[in-house]
């Protein structure tokens, strides 16, 4: 059991201005401060220190880059393939699934993966995701080790889920469960909001720190008795991802990169998506919103945009380099959300505006620490089918479609 020491939490709450937290300690219990300080030993309160920082960091130097196309891939399918079934039966991929998401923006009360996307019959999103990582397993006819990133607030559901539904026919001795860190929520002033009376509010830390939480979890000793020099990891929200996708495995072994990240070719200039590109010489990721319109409209020579490839989240990562950057520190972003808090008076307030922030880093900068990584494009309607929305654009409503179109019968 960890070992408290209250002087030093008491002394870092005061540093950093969050002194009405030892304010609500002095009239807790024994047992509750115990709970209180100990969370808070676990939070990485230099998280605060962000605050009031003002816009992140100027970006560096763009530069357009390209992609192995459908086209391409299609012609050199079988090597890929090969290659990358032969990486799958020696043991060298593993598959990381980021399901620390509630289904709330859905009306769904529960994790995102247990949302049923059926309509004569039960499917659910962690199904579906099974249902493709199996197509992988059963052709390589072996078993793929699968870990889950869940959240405090999800974990005990997600478990049970899979336990209620046998797993959907996987193996469940090669699926792990693991928690995602967390990091504090404050209000605007900057101060911890509380959860209870006892309970600092806080968020899971976002989806770049789903290695390091793999590292805490104690999962690295696993992954290497396994032999995975691979890791591809990908969201819970897209039913169509494909999951260990040998061609995509084998193109990126044979490509030499460090990393491979699957893309599609943007639908206009202005879709918002974010484009793999190159920043000051190595792979990046640019957001819609930080590109200019020369960026946005700038053509090559074919007249495809020179920045049009955009990342589903979807990625492939070699576990030696993410083991050399495990412990560099990922720009952290900082969000406005609503975030449920007791008052003082010990009231429960649930806002429906944005009344703080939160503390994220993101995958997506991982792939800057990246060498080297290849575009690998995928055709639209056959991979990215995600669910954010109830209806209209990447909804329930259309992911349903693009599942129908790909012959799943709901």
Not at 82 to 96: E, Y
Request: negative net charge.
């Amino acid at each position: 059991m960890m070992q408290i020491n209250e002087q030093e939490i008491r002394a870092a709450l005061t540093a950093r201005g969050q002194s009405h937290i030892l304010d609500r300690a002095a009239s807790l219990n024994d047992a509750e401060r115990d709970k209180l300080f100990a969370q808070a030993a676990k939070l990485n309160l230099g998280l605060l220190d962000q605050l009031g920082k003002g816009a992140e960091e100027g970006r560096g130097s763009f530069a357009p880059l390209g992609a192995v196309t459908v086209g391409e891939i299609d012609r050199r399918r079988d090597e890929f393939r090969a290659n990358g079934l032969d990486a799958i039966r020696a043991g060298k991929v593993g598959a990381v699934l980021l399901a620390g998401g509630q289904g709330t923006r859905l009306g769904h009360d529960g994790p995102k993966g247990t949302v049923n996307v059926g309509v004569t019959r039960e499917l659910y999103i962690f199904e579906c995701l099974i249902n493709n990582l199996t197509k992988v397993t059963e052709a390589a006819g072996c078993s793929v080790p699968l870990y889950i990133m869940t959240s405090e607030k999800n974990d005990a559901e997600t478990r049970a889920f899979f336990e209620q539904h046998s797993y959907f026919g996987y193996d469940k001795d090669y699926i792990r469960f693991f928690i995602q860190e967390m990091a504090p929520a404050v209000d605007y002033d900057g101060k911890l909001l509380m959860e209870d009376a006892c309970t600092i509010s806080t968020s899971p830390n976002g989806n770049g720190g789903w290695f390091s939480s793999m590292v805490s979890a104690g999962l690295l000793p696993e992954l290497k008795s396994r032999g995975v020099e691979w890791l591809n990891v990908f969201a819970v929200d897209n039913v169509l991802q494909q999951i260990a996708d040998p061609c995509f495995v084998g193109a990126t072994i044979l490509s030499g990169c460090q990393a491979g990240a699957k893309v599609v070719a943007k639908a206009d200039p202005d879709e918002r998506v974010g484009v793999l590109c190159l920043e000051d010489g190595r792979p990046s990721i640019v957001e819609y919103y930080e590109m200019t319109e020369e960026m946005r409209t700038r053509r090559e020579a074919d007249g495809t945009l020179s920045y049009n490839y955009g990342v589903i989240l979807n990625y492939l990562f070699s576990l030696s380099r993410l083991e050399e950057i495990v412990n560099t520190e990922l720009p952290v972003h900082v969000v406005e959300k609503k975030i449920p808090y007791m008052t003082e008076s010990g009231e429960f307030v649930k806002p429906d505006q944005p009344n703080g922030y939160k503390f994220e880093t993101l995958v997506l900068d991982m792939v800057h620490l990246q060498e080297s990584c290849l575009s690998y494009e995928v055709v639209r309607d056959e991979e990215f089918a995600p669910i954010k929305n109830p209806t209209g654009v990447d909804s329930l409503v259309s992911a349903r479609a693009l599942l129908e179109k790909n012959g799943i019968v709901l």
